[in-house]
């Protein structure tokens, strides 16, 4: 259930009583609609009045494709303000009511920069500077979305352990079902030592109802995991459409045009 009520212009909103949460989606398998799910997910929680954020921590920048903005023109980006040559203020941009937090090509260079033995004492918890980052603005949304690489970096793990709940997206095809469980894997490790992140559950993408594989991928998919009470697979299906495709391309999102995202949204946090 959703922990926060809808923004309002009551004053009494600007009192940073609330904490946002924050949620990572997160595979280790690439092409499986990581960007197309938080892009349509932010829309919708704006249409449906909660104020929303969203962090580009992949170097690909999608993010800023997504929402029609050019990364070649981006001069601060989220990779500045981890190694603390930006506040989060500083690269804030703001489109189709979603505030951005962008990256491009940058942040490929936040490991090299932050693991080094010689950057010791500037960054001695290199994995913890998304969250310490976040600390600045996480007062100021209901929810924080972070798009994540499939890779298993500094970076995404700089993602895991700033978010309270991550939200695993599946294409029932082998490949991807395989990342389904390195990505478990990789977050069980990270719960054991400590972090407080809550697995919402399976997101099934781009499913083709016409394809045989995927609809006994799919059933094959919900029976695994059945019987695993902390880990469910959602009732709602992203379907490959060719209007999720043209909103990236155009850089508009439109959550009237990707319905079933907007269901997810309802689904995942229980919102009427």
Known sequence: MARHSKTTNNANDANNSKTARIISVASQKGGVGK????TNMAVGL?????????????AQGHIAFSFGIKKADLRKTIYDVLIGEAKMRDIKQTAFGVDLY?????????????MTNLNSKLFPAPKYLLKNALGQIKTQYDYILIDTSPSNDIPTMNSLLASTDIIIPALPEGLSVDGIFDTIYLIKSIQEQGAKINILGILPTMVQDHTNLHNVMLQDLRRRFAETPDIKVFDTVIKRAIRHGLAQTHGEPDINKAPEYLSFVKEVFAIA
Do not use: R
């Not at 960007?35 to 938080?38: E, I, K, Q, R, Y």
């Not at 704006?46 to 992949?58: H, N, P, Q």
């Open 35 to 38: 960007t197309a799910t938080v």
């Open 46 to 58: 704006v249409s449906l009045g909660y104020k929303t954020a969203v962090i580009d921590m992949d």
């Open 102 to 114: 962008l990256s491009n090509n940058s942040l490929s260079n936040l490991s090299p920069k932050v």
